[in-house]
């Protein structure tokens, strides 16, 4: 209902504040996420629909089984921390 909706664009906001600047990604989680442990668990809970719902997506535009897709988003991560790390 209302607090999924809310979550999910407390979540978007917070994604689209990271495309631009890690540091208005930093600012956008201390300026967007409400106080306290339901403001987290909204904002985690938000992000949690998002990820299903780009899972979905990626596994409709590419075909692929979304456990495959899951495990080259991990091997990406991992290779961009070490590429982080080593700047």
Known sequence: G???AGAIQL???F?????DSPELEAWAADAL?????????????GLHVVSVLLLDELHEA???????????????AENRR???SAG
């Open 11 to 13: 979540a978007i906001a």
């Open 82 to 84: 070490g590429n982080t």
């Open 33 to 45: 996420t409400p106080p306290g442990p339901e403001g987290l668990g909204d904002l985690l809970a």
């Open 2 to 4: 209302e607090i999924v």
């Open 15 to 19: 994604l689209t504040a990271g495309l």
């Open 62 to 76: 590419t075909e692929q089984p979304p456990a495959a897709i899951l495990q080259r988003l991990a091997l990406m």
